[in-house]
């Protein structure tokens, strides 16, 4: 079965500061990448997916990731955080079958 | 709909009662799924449905939860003698096929005192 690690449980920063949150994986075969994002009192929306192609894919809001198949990692950047960015940061990983396996969050605050 | 919507969305309960938790998908998603999040816990998969029939029940985590769905449309979560550790946000999640991205609903807050 596959299983998501991601590598920080909080980052705290400042506006304007770079953003990038680690995700690994393990699963040798084809997988299909997500990130989605839980705003405080929102419900998970998507931010980003990768399933083929150019490995560094642009999501909503100036975030993007980059798959790394070697490293079996999709990490999540953005150069610039706002304090709107705060928010829990999921990463998802699903391979062969159906079942989206999730990372156990990280949680970002951005100081104003 | 136009997105999945999940009913109650705060339920508070009493030790030892039953309660359903209903899930209504986007219209046209044959793929339907249930997450648990519990604080700290990360999201948890409990079972999902194609069409109808429930493929993998595997993240159930007793027998005292179950599932269906019907007209391969609306889900129904059942949990049975509800236990204290059974509080968590309990997410409903619908997609159009397995290999695409899961559109989530806001989930039920399930509180059991």
């Known amino acids: 079965a596959q299983s998501v690690s991601q590598h920080n449980h909080h980052v705290i920063l400042s506006e304007a500061a770079s953003l990038e949150l680690g995700c690994n994986y393990s699963y040798g075969g084809t997988v299909n990448l997500f990130w989605y994002v839980q705003y405080p009192g929102q419900h998970l929306q998507l931010l980003l997916k990768?399933?083929?192609?150019?490995?560094l894919v642009k999501g909503i809001k100036g975030f993007e990731a980059e798959f790394i198949k070697s490293k079996f990692s999709f990490n999540l950047r953005k150069p610039s955080v706002q304090w709107s960015d705060t928010a829990e940061y999921f990463c998802a990983v699903n391979a062969a079958d159906y079942k989206l396996s999730f990372g156990a969050g990280t949680t970002v605050t951005v100081r104003a | 709909g136009a997105g999945v919507s999940q009913s109650p969305s705060n339920k508070v309960t009493e030790k030892g009662k039953d309660v359903e938790l209903r899930c209504d998908p986007i219209?046209?998603?044959?793929?339907l799924y249930w997450y648990r999040q519990s604080l700290g816990q990360g999201l948890e998969f409990l079972i999902y449905?194609?069409?109808?029939?429930?493929?993998?029940k595997s993240g159930l985590p007793s027998d005292r939860f179950s599932a269906e769905r019907t007209g391969g449309s609306v889900s129904t979560l059942t949990i049975q003698r509800t236990q204290q550790e059974d509080s968590a946000v309990y997410l409903c999640a619908s997609s159009l096929a397995t290999s695409y991205g899961y559109t989530f609903g806001s989930g039920t807050r399930l509180t059991v005192v």
């Open positions: 219209s046209g998603h044959t793929a």
């Open positions: 990768y399933f083929s192609g150019d490995p």
């Open positions: 449905f194609q069409g109808n029939s429930a493929p993998d």
